[in-house]
C-alpha cells in the first residue's frame, strides 16, 4: 500500500510509519527525515560512503517482483541503501539490534576504554552508542592491540591509535573536501593505523576538522587536549575574526579563558567547516601580553600607563587642538576592518561628527577614494552569495589565491569544480587553485585590466551566443539570446586580443579559449582579489569587470572580495573617505609629508601594514598626535602618543558582516577582565570629551543605530538577525531583461580615474594580489625588469600575505606557529639559475628603500622575472621594500652570506617531522 | 561423528551428472606438460585461436555472447555467475567498457590458474579477445598475483607474440575498427584482491579495500576507472574459446547439467597425489580422492574436506558421494544458515586425513584469514583477530570451556552477509563449521584432557 507521491519521491515505510523522500535519498538520511536515529560512525553526509562500521545495519525488506513470493528482510547497512517505493524499513528489528550490539562489542575489545582520560569523553559518540546499543559485558580475554598514543600528526592534531575505531572520516575528509590527501591508512586489517605519507607533518590548512569529524577521541587539537571537560565549558555563539569569510564558530570558554573554538553549521556560510587559523588562533584573546590599561606618552618619550579618563581626556584636548589649529583636514582616520559592525559605525560617526574630517578609511594602503568601485556601476561590491558558486558554470579568480586569502570559501569553489564547474585562476604567480583550473593565465604583474580587455575583445569577435551549448543537450533552459555587443565593441576602442596579450603576457589563444569558456558556461561568477580594489586603477578595472559580466549576461556575477574580518562591514559603515578625503594610503603618504598633523588608527598596525614602512614610520614620526584603539602594544603603537585599550571581537557582542555582506551575529565569548573597552565605546567617550555625544552606552544601542540608519541594512531595522545572518546590500541592482539594454561601461583608456597618482604601484602588504600595478590602465604600460629580461638585473616583487603569517593574532598560538612558514623569497628557477641561488640557502633581496634575507625557494609558481615574498612573515616585513611613491617593485636578490641567515631568524618550522611521541 | 550443537547436514541424495566422457580429453590442460606449450606458433598449431577466427568472421558479439550463454558457463571464481548474463549486462551499458581478467589466485589449496596460465597463456589471451569482441571492449586488464612471478612473466611474453602476429593491436586478426590492448599488473600480496572491487582499487592504484555496491562493477560508476566492467576468473576465460569452437551443446553436455563443463580441480592435503586434475563439473568427492589423487595417506580414513579451498565451510568426511561442483554446494542442503553456502570456490580442495588435528587446522586457516583482512569494515578487521586469538588460546591448551561459546557467537556475528564483501563470510566458514563437526575435539582442547594441557600445565588459566 504505496500512498501516491509526486515524481521523484519515494515513499517507503520506516518503522511502521510512512515516509516520503526524494528518490536517491539514503534510507539512514530518510529516517531521520522520520525522526529515527540509526547510529553511525563512518557515515557523514558531508563525506563520500565507506559503509565500512556496518552499525547503521537495518533490516530492509524490497516489494517483491509482480507475480514472485516475497523475499525475507535482509540486513543492510542504511547509509548505503537508497530508498525505494515500497521498500520496508525496521529499524529495531532484532537482528540488527544484535548486529549492531556486535559492531560495539568489536569496536570497543581493542579500545582503551580511557574514557576517563579522554579529551572526547562526554562528546564521544563512540561512548553514547556504546551506551545506547553495546552489550552489557565485556566478553574478551585476549590481549589488547598496542598502537601509537599520543602521536603528532602536525604540531596541531595529536592521534591516539589504541582508540581509533578506522571510519575513515579523516582520510576521507582530507582527499575529498580540500583535497589534500595527507593522511592515509597503512599496513592492513588488525594492524591498520592511520599514518601521514612519509611520515612528515600535515601541512593542511583545514586539518583541525578532522578533530570534529572524529567519532572517537582517537585525533585529538594540541591546544585542547587535556584543558578541559565538555562539562566545564561555557559556549558563545560567535564568528570568526580571521578573515572575511565569516565562518560561524562556537568559542568555548572554561573560567572566562578561551579554550577552543569549533564550527558552527551555516550552510550558507561555512557548512560545517573551518579553517586552522580560525580554530587554533585564539590564544591571543587570552595572552599575557594583551594591552590591559589606556598608555599614554610620557615626557620622557615612554608610554606609561594611564587612567581612562586620563587618557580620553588628554586625547580630546589633543585632537581638539589640532583641528582647531590646523583645520580638520589635518586628521587622518584609519581603521575599522578588523572590528564590528558596531565599532565602525560608531567610529564613522565620530570622525565625522567629533573630527569633521572627510579623511577616513578602513583599507590599509588603499590609493583610491571608492571603496567599492562597482558602486559607480550601481552594484554592490559582491553581488553574489557564497552558495551561488555551487551553481555556476565557470569560476573566474582574478588576481586572489583564495586558498590564502579565503580559505573555507575555497572548499567552496572547489566543491562547485568537483560537481563540474570549470575553474579559471588568472594570476601572476602559481596558486593552490592552480591545481584545478582548466585554464591558467599567467599574466605580467599588475595587468589585469590587459587580461580583462583581451577576454573582451575576444568575446566581442566571437558572441557568447556561438558558444551555448545547442539547447536540446542537457535539456535544461534556453540558449542565452544573442546580445548586442556593438556598444562594447565601442567601449573597447579597437583594442585587439593580440594586444591584450601583448600587453599582458598572456596568449592569445588562451584569453579566446577562456572566454569560449566563459561564453559556454551557465552562470559564470567572477571574484577579484580584494588588492584590485585599492589600486590606482581599480575603476578601470571595475567597468573592465562589469562589462564582462554583461557580456556573459549578468553583471551582478562580478564579485570583489574584501579584507579583514569586517571590511565589508566597514565599508558600508561607512568608514570610507568623503567627498575630497583622502584613502589610507594617501592619508600616511600625507602624514609623512607632514601635511596629516593627527593620526587616529583603530586596530591598524600600520607600519607592518602600509605599502611603504619607511614612509609610514616618517608618518608616525611627522604626526603631532597619533591616537590609536589596540589589543596589543604593537610596533605602531610604540610611536603612538595615546593608546587606548581595546577588547577583541571574541570579547565582544555585536555584529560583523562578511565578504558577500552577511551581516551575522556574535556574542561575547570571554569576558575582558582588565580596562579593555569595546571599540565603539572608546569612540563613544572620546566624542562626548569633545563636547559631541553619540551617546552610546550598551551595544545593542549601536546595533539598533546602525541598521536604522545604514541603508544597506535598512530591511533589517527592528528585526532580529536569524542564525544563519541576513545579505545586506546597497544596491538592489536588478538587471534587465532586454539584453541591449546592457549598459556598457566606457573603458577609455588613460590615468586612473582618482587622477592623483595614476601609474603607481598598490603594494599593500596585507592580502591581495598583484599589487606592483604595471601601469595597467595607460594605453601602452611600460614594460619594466620582465621585458628587459635576463640581464636586467631586477625582478619584479609580488606580495600577499599567506593565511598564517606570524602576525600578533597568531603569535600567541606557538603550535599554530609552528606552520608558519620560514620567511622565503619565492624564484623560478632560470631566475634562480642566473642569479646563482639554491633551494634551501640564503639571499638578499632589496630595494633603494631597504633589504630583507630570506630563505630561497625555487620552483615553477613564479614565472621568469618574478619572485615572490610572503607580506606577514618574517621581521622587517617585506614593506620595508616598498615605495609608496615609485611603480612596480623592482627588486635586486643577491645571496646573503650564510651568517646573515642565520642572523634572519626562523620563526617557522613547519615541515618538521612529526615525531613519534608517547 | 559427534553430535554437536547446530544443524547437522542431512545426508543428501547427489545429483550425479553424467559423468566422464568417454574416452575423456581434457580440454583446458591439455597443453600441460607439453614443450614449448607456451609459444603462439604451437597454440595455434593445435587450433589455437581458431576460435577467435570463427567468432570475427562469422559471428555477431551479439551471437558470441548467447553462445556463451546457451553453454550455461558459470563463473569459476567461486560465486558462479553466469558468465554469458554478466556479459550480456555489461555490453548494454555505455562504453568504454573494460575486461578485467581475475588470476589474484592467492588462497591456500587453490592453483589451477598458475598451471594453466604457465602451460597455456594463449588460451587465456583468446578468451579475452573473444570477450572484448563480444561485449566491445577495447581494454583488457590481467591482474595477477603478486608471488607468481613467473606466470606475469609468461603472460607478458605471450602478449608480445600476440601483438607481433597482429592478434592483439589496433586491429585484430586485420579485422577492423576491432582492436584490443591487455595490460598485466601485479599485484602486491594482499588476498582481498581476489575480490573484484578491490582488485579493481588496486589496479587504479589505490590501497585494495572493497568498494560498496550497488553500482556493481558491470554498472557505470562501479567498474575500472569507474566504466562498466566484464571481471572473468582465469579459467571461465579458458573456457570461452571451446565453447565458440565446439557450441554451447557441447559445452552444456559436460558435466552437471547445472553448470557444466570442464573444471581445473586442484586437490591436496592427505592425499597421495596432490595435484591438478581436469575433470567434468560435478566429479564425485570419492573418486577424486581414490580414483585421481591416488587415495589417502597411510590409508587413512578422510576426517573432512574443505571442497573449495579454505573459505568454504568444512565437510565430514562422512559422505563422499557429494558431486564437487557450484550449483551443489551452495544450494540446500549444502546451504547452512547462519554461514549460507558450503561454497566451492576455484575448486581448490584440501583433504584432511585422521591423522589431523582439526583444532590445529581452523587455528591455522583462522590466522591466514585474519592476517588477509582488510580491515575496512568492522567486524572483519576485529572479529577475525579475536577469533585468531581464542583460537590460539585454545590450540595451547590455555582455553576455557566458557570460550567455545564465544567463538560460535563471535563468528555468527561475523557471518551472514554483515561484513562489506564476502571475505567476512569466508573467514568464517572455515571456524563456524569446523565447531559444528568437531565441537569434541575442540571441547577436549578446552578441558583437562587436552594433549596441550599436559604438555604445558603452566598455561591452563
Avoid at chain 1, 483 to 511: F, N
Avoid at chain 2, 414 to 419: D, L, P, S, V
Wanted: net charge negative; aromatic share 6%; with cysteine.
Amino acid at each position: 500500500m504505496i500512498a501516491t507521491a509526486p515524481p521523484n519521491m519515494v515513499t517507503l515505510t520506516i518503522d511502521g510509519a510512512e515516509v516520503t523522500v526524494p528518490a536517491g535519498t539514503l534510507v539512514v538520511e530518510a529516517a531521520r527525515e522520520a525522526g529515527i536515529d540509526v547510529p553511525v560512525f563512518c557515515y557523514h553526509p558531508k563525506l563520500s560512503l565507506a559503509g565500512a562500521c556496518r552499525m547503521c545495519v537495518c533490516e530492509i525488506g524490497m516489494p517483491p517482483p509482480p507475480g514472485q513470493p516475497a523475499r525475507p528482510p535482509a540486513l543492510l547497512t542504511s547509509c548505503t541503501t537508497r530508498v525505494t517505493p515500497g521498500m520496508v524499513v525496521n529499524t529495531m528489528a532484532s537482528g540488527a539490534l544484535k548486529a549492531r550490539e556486535s559492531v560495539i562489542e568489536f569496536l570497543l575489545i581493542n579500545h582503551p576504554l580511557d574514557c576517563p582520560v579522554c579529551d572526547a569523553g562526554g562528546e564521544c559518540p563512540l561512548q553514547d552508542n556504546s551506551h545506547a546499543w553495546g552489550p552489557k559485558e565485556s566478553r574478551f580475554a585476549e590481549e589488547k592491540r598496542l598502537a601509537r598514543k599520543g602521536a603528532p600528526l602536525s604540531p596541531l592534531v595529536v592521534l591516539d591509535q589504541e582508540r581509533c575505531i578506522v571510519c575513515y572520516r579523516c582520510t576521507r575528509f582530507m582527499a575529498e573536501i580540500p583535497g589534500e590527501a595527507e593522511l592515509d591508512f597503512f599496513n592492513r586489517g588488525y594492524s591498520s593505523e592511520l599514518r601521514t605519507i612519509n611520515d612528515e607533518a600535515m601541512q593542511s590548512r583545514f586539518q583541525g576538522n578532522i578533530i570534529d569529524l572524529c567519532p572517537c577521541g582517537a585525533l585529538t587539537s594540541e591546544t585542547y587536549r587535556f584543558r578541559a571537560r565538555p562539562h566545564d565549558l561555557d559556549h558563545a555563539d560567535s564568528v570568526c575574526a580571521q578573515c572575511p569569510v565569516g565562518c560561524n564558530i562556537v568559542l568555548d570558554s572554561r573560567a572566562n579563558i578561551m579554550a577552543r573554538v569549533r564550527p558552527r553549521q551555516n550552510e550558507s556560510v561555512n557548512e560545517i567547516w573551518l579553517c586552522d587559523k580560525g580554530r587554533f588562533a585564539h590564544h591571543y584573546v587570552s595572552s599575557p601580553e594583551r594591552l590591559t590599561q589606556p598608555l599614554v606618552m610620557g615626557d620622557d618619550g615612554e608610554l606609561r600607563a594611564a587612567s581612562w579618563p586620563e587618557a580620553l581626556g588628554t586625547a580630546a584636548v589633543r585632537l581638539q587642538q589640532i583641528k582647531e589649529q590646523y583645520g580638520p583636514r589635518a586628521i587622518g582616520v584609519i581603521g575599522g576592518r578588523n572590528l564590528a559592525n558596531e565599532d565602525c559605525y560608531a567610529l564613522a560617526r565620530f570622525a565625522r561628527e567629533a573630527l569633521e574630517t572627510p579623511n577616513i578609511d578602513h583599507r590599509a594602503g588603499a590609493r583610491t577614494a571608492a571603496a567599492n568601485p562597482l558602486a559607480a556601476h550601481g552594484l554592490d561590491a559582491f553581488n553574489s552569495t557564497y552558495g551561488a558558486v555551487e551553481s555556476a558554470g565557470a569560476v573566474v579568480l582574478l588576481g586572489t589565491d583564495v586558498y590564502e586569502e579565503m580559505p573555507v570559501f575555497w572548499l567552496r569553489i572547489r566543491k562547485a569544480v568537483m560537481f563540474g564547474a570549470k575553474l579559471i585562476v588568472a594570476n601572476p604567480r602559481a596558486t593552490e587553485a592552480d591545481r584545478l583550473a582548466l585554464h591558467r593565465l599567467r599574466y605580467r604583474p599588475g595587468a589585469e585590466l590587459s587580461v580583462l580587455r583581451g577576454l573582451l575583445a575576444a568575446l566581442v569577435e566571437s558572441p557568447p551566443h556561438e558558444h551555448a551549448p545547442p539547447p536540446a543537450e542537457g535539456g535544461e533552459g534556453a540558449p542565452p539570446p544573442p546580445r548586442d555587443l556593438s556598444g562594447l565593441r565601442q567601449a573597447l576602442g579597437g583594442v585587439t586580443v593580440e594586444d591584450a596579450a601583448r600587453e599582458s603576457g598572456v596568449m592569445a589563444e588562451t584569453l579566446r579559449a577562456v572566454a569560449a569558456t566563459l561564453a559556454g558556461a551557465k552562470n559564470p561568477l567572477i571574484y577579484a582579489g580584494a588588492r584590485l580594489v585599492i589600486r590606482a586603477d581599480a575603476a578601470g578595472l571595475a567597468a573592465a569587470l562589469v562589462n564582462l559580466g554583461g557580456a556573459l549576461g549578468d553583471r551582478r556575477a562580478v564579485n570583489f572580495f574584501t579584507e579583514g574580518a569586517n571590511g565589508r562591514g566597514a565599508e558600508l559603515a561607512g568608514l570610507v573617505p568623503d567627498e575630497g578625503g583622502l584613502s589610507a594610503g594617501e592619508i600616511i603618504a600625507q602624514a609623512a609629508e607632514g601635511k596629516i598633523k593627527a593620526l587616529y588608527l583603530a586596530g591598524e598596525n600600520v607600519l607592518a601594514t602600509h605599502p611603504d614602512a619607511e614612509q609610514a614610520r616618517r608618518a608616525l614620526e611627522n604626526a603631532e598626535l597619533v591616537v590609536m584603539q589596540e589589543l596589543f602594544v604593537t610596533e605602531t603603537a610604540r610611536h603612538a602618543d595615546i593608546v587606548f585599550s581595546a577588547t577583541s571581537l571574541p570579547e565582544k557582542e555585536g555584529t560583523l558582516t562578511n565578504a558577500e555582506g552577511r551581516v551575522q551575529r556574535m556574542h561575547s565569548g570571554v569576558r575582558n577582565e582588565a580596562e579593555g573597552r569595546p571599540d565603539w565605546s572608546i569612540v563613544s567617550e572620546l566624542s562626548a570629551e569633545m563636547g559631541v555625544p553619540l551617546g552610546y552606552a550598551a551595544a545593542v544601542e549601536v546595533t539598533r543605530d546602525l541598521l536604522a540608519d545604514l541603508p544597506a541594512y535598512a530591511p533589517l531595522a527592528g528585526c532580529t538577525i536569524p542564525s544563519e545572518g541576513v545579505i545586506a546590500r546597497e544596491h538592489a541592482a536588478e538587471e534587465s531583461a532586454e539584453p541591449s539594454a546592457v549598459q556598457w561601461a566606457p573603458l577609455t583608456p588613460g590615468p586612473s580615474p582618482t587622477g592623483a597618482r595614476p601609474l603607481t604601484p598598490s603594494p599593500s602588504p596585507t592580502r591581495g594580489e598583484g599589487n606592483e600595478g604595471a601601469a595597467p590602465s595607460a594605453p601602452t604600460p611600460p614594460l619594466p625588469a620582465w621585458e628587459r629580461g635576463p640581464g636586467g638585473g631586477g625582478l619584479i616583487l609580488v606580495t600577499y600575505s599567506e593565511l598564517l603569517g606570524d602576525e600578533t593574532m597568531v603569535r600567541p598560538t606557538t603550535e599554530l606557529l609552528m606552520m608558519v612558514p620560514e620567511p622565503y623569497v619565492e624564484l623560478n628557477r632560470s631566475d634562480a639559475a642566473r642569479l646563482g641561488l639554491k633551494d634551501g640557502q640564503f639571499a638578499e633581496v632589496s630595494t633603494h628603500k631597504g633589504g630583507v634575507v630570506h630563505r630561497v625557494r625555487v620552483n615553477g609558481r613564479c614565472p621568469e622575472g618574478v619572485c615572490f615574498v610572503p607580506d606577514n612573515v618574517g621581521e622587517p616585513r617585506v614593506n620595508v621594500l616598498l615605495d609608496w611613491e615609485s611603480p612596480a617593485t623592482v627588486v635586486q636578490v643577491r645571496p646573503a652570506p650564510e651568517s646573515v641567515g642565520v642572523a634572519a631568524g626562523v620563526p617557522g618550522t613547519a615541515g618538521a617531522v612529526a615525531a613519534e611521541g608517547r | 561423528m559427534a553430535q554437536t550443537p547446530g544443524q547437522p547436514i542431512q545426508p543428501a541424495q547427489p545429483q550425479r551428472g553424467p559423468g566422464l566422457p568417454v574416452p575423456w580429453e581434457p580440454v583446458l590442460s591439455a597443453a600441460v606438460g607439453r614443450p614449448n606449450s607456451r609459444d603462439i606458433d604451437d597454440y595455434i598449431s593445435r587450433g589455437g585461436y581458431d576460435a577467435l577466427k570463427k567468432a570475427l568472421e562469422t559471428m555477431t558479439p551479439q551471437d558470441v555472447t548467447k553462445v556463451v550463454a546457451d553453454s550455461k558457463l558459470v563463473g569459476r571464481g567461486g560465486a558462479g555467475f553466469p558468465t554469458g548474463v554478466k556479459w550480456g549486462g555489461t555490453a548494454r551499458n555505455p562504453a568504454p567498457r573494460y575486461l578485467v581478467v581475475n588470476a589474484d589466485e592467492s588462497e591456500p589449496g587453490t592453483f589451477g590458474n598458475r598451471y594453466a596460465i604457465d602451460a597455456d597463456p594463449h588460451m587465456l589471451l583468446d578468451g579475452m579477445i573473444i570477450c572484448c569482441y563480444a561485449v566491445d571492449i577495447q581494454q583488457g586488464h590481467i591482474y595477477i598475483r603478486g608471488e607468481n612471478l613467473h606466470g606475469f612473466e609468461v603472460l607478458e611474453a605471450a602478449i608480445t607474440q600476440a601483438y607481433q602476429k597482429g592478434i592483439l593491436g589496433p586491429s585484430v586478426m586485420g579485422k577492423e575498427g576491432f582492436g584490443v590492448d591487455i595490460y598485466v599488473t601485479r599485484g602486491a600480496g594482499a588476498y582481498i584482491c581476489g575480490e573484484e572491487t578491490a582488485l579493481m582499487e588496486s589496479l587504479e592504484g589505490r590501497r585494495a579495500q572493497p568498494r560498496i555496491r550497488p553500482p556493481f562493477p558491470i554498472e557505470v560508476g562501479g567498474g575500472l576507472f569507474g566504466r562498466p566492467t566484464v571481471v572473468n576468473n582465469v579459467e571461465t576465460l579458458m573456457n570461452v574459446p571451446h565453447i565458440v569452437e565446439r557450441g554451447a551443446e557441447w559445452f552444456a553436455g559436460i558435466g552437471n547439467p547445472a553448470c557444466p563443463g570442464p573444471k581445473l580441480y586442484t586437490i591436496s592435503g592427505s592425499v597421495n597425489k596432490p595435484g591438478m586434475y581436469e575433470l567434468p563439473m560435478g566429479v564425485s568427492l570419492r573418486d577424486l580422492i581414490y580414483k585421481y589423487a591416488g587415495g589417502m595417506q597411510r590409508d587413512q580414513k578422510v576426517k573432512a574436506v574443505s571442497p573449495g579451498a579454505l573459505a568454504c565451510q568444512i565437510l565430514p568426511g562422512d559422505n563422499l558421494d557429494i558431486p564437487m561442483d557450484t550449483a551443489t554446494l551452495t544450494r540446500p542442503p549444502y546451504f547452512i544458515p547462519p554461514f549460507g553456502p558450503v561454497g566451492f570456490g576455484a575448486g581448490g580442495i584440501v583433504v584432511y586425513g585422521e591423522e589431523v588435528d582439526m583444532v590445529q587446522i581452523i587455528t591455522n586457516i583462522a590466522g591466514f584469514f585474519a592476517r588477509e583482512s582488510c580491515g575496512k569494515c568492522v567486524p572483519c578487521r576485529e572479529g577475525t583477530h579475536w577469533m585468531l586469538d581464542m583460537l590460539r588460546r585454545i590450540a595451547s591448551g590455555a582455553g576455557r570451556p566458557k570460550d567455545l561459546e564465544v567463538l560460535r557467537d563471535v563468528a555468527t556475528n561475523i557471518a551472514g552477509r554483515k561484513t562489506l564483501c564476502a571475505l567476512g563470510d569466508f573467514a568464517v566458514n572455515p571456524v563456524g563449521s569446523g565447531l559444528r563437526l568437531f565441537w569434541d575435539e575442540f571441547e577436549a582442547h578446552v578441558t583437562k584432557s587436552s594433549p596441550a594441557r599436559l604438555l604445558e600445565p603452566a598455561a591452563a588459566g
